[in-house]
């Protein structure tokens, strides 16, 4: 197998610059404190997300982020993760984590970038908006699994509901 040296690679520009340029035009309040780590706000519906960018360098992938401001109570840490599971099952996208340090669920997905290959604006963008979509989709099945006390699957089944027409 041939080793890739990643330093021999020359990027026209770091990755998280197109990040930081997206969140410039798109007047997205945004902190970048460390070459290789951004956070940008996002006001969704539910709750404001920090949505984090980082630059892994040594696997050459765009990695996205996004913690809920819920902490898992160590007795509704096993539904949490048997909901961590269910919803994992319906994304083609990214995936739930249960991040223990912190006892909290945060959505991650990473763009990989191997060969020197560049970010768009429009994958950057995607990135952004396929975290804060989930977040905002299943946000509230977590509120009710840790505040409300449902099951893992009652949760689920009550923000997958949908209602069509007008009352």
């Known amino acids: 197998m041939t080793q890739l040296n ?40 539910w709750a404001e ?24 109570p160590e007795r509704r840490r096993n539904e949490v993760l048997r909901l961590v ?14 991040w223990n340090s912190e006892h909290v669920v945060m959505f991650r997905h990473a763009l990989l970038l191997t060969g020197g290959a560049e970010p768009t604006h429009g994958q950057c963008e995607t990135m ?14 977590f509120q009710f699994v840790i505040w409300a006390g449902k099951s893992a699957r009652e949760a689920l089944d009550a923000v997958l509901f949908e209602t069509e027409g007008e009352a």
Request: a negative charge.
């Open 6 to 45: 990643i330093d021999d690679l020359n990027r026209a520009e770091h990755p998280l610059d197109v990040v930081e340029r997206l969140a410039s035009l798109r007047d997205w309040i945004f902190d970048r404190a460390e070459t290789d780590e951004m956070s940008v706000a996002v006001a969704g519906r």
């Open 85 to 98: 599971s269910l919803v994992n099952e319906q994304l083609w996208v990214g995936h739930f984590d249960l």
């Open 49 to 72: 997300y920090h949505v984090a960018f980082t630059w892994i360098e040594d696997v050459e992938a765009l990695h996205v982020a996004s913690a809920f401001d819920l902490k898992v």
């Open 128 to 141: 952004l908006k396929t975290a804060v979509d989930a977040c905002e989709r299943y946000f509230q099945a």
